[in-house]
Nanobody, 123 residues
Framework: QVQLVESGGGLVQAGGSLRLSCAAS????????MGWFRQAPGKEREFVAA????????YYVDSVKGRFTISRDNAKNTVSLHMNSLKPEDTAIYYC????????????????WGQGTQVTVSS
């Protein structure tokens, strides 16, 4: 069992920045590929970004490339999502996720999920 807890969500104006953080516990953090998903009101959950267990590879959905950066700190058992140039369409609940398989994560799913943190971007 892996427990994931997100933090850092809030209200920000369009064009602003926000950094989300996810704290992991329960199992060896470094063994897992980590990622972020989001779900906007009335829409299905979608993949946002992932980072390989080694930290050497990242993958982003096209809509956030060049604006979002995912990173991990295995010593602190955390993964972060630094969001820049935020747009109103980025408004969603953001979920931290963990997956044993890299292919599973980049395909759009995961093995473990956090509870979510709300991000609201105003015009």
């Amino acid at each position: 069992q892996v427990q994931l807890v997100e933090s850092g969500g809030g209200l920000v104006q369009a064009g602003g920045s926000l950094r989300l953080s996810c704290a992991a516990s329960g199992r060896t953090f470094s063994n897992y590929n980590m990622g972020w998903f989001r779900q906007a009101p009335g829409k299905e959950r979608e993949f946002v970004a992932a980072i390989h267990w080694s930290g050497g590879r990242t993958y982003y959905v096209d809509s956030v490339k060049g604006r979002f950066t995912i990173s991990r700190d295995n010593a602190k058992n955390t993964v972060s999502l630094h969001m820049n140039s935020l747009k109103p369409e980025d408004t969603a609940i953001y979920y931290c996720a963990a997956a044993r398989s890299w292919g599973t994560m980049v395909a759009g799913t995961a093995d473990y999920w956090g509870q979510g943190t709300q991000v609201t971007v105003s015009s």
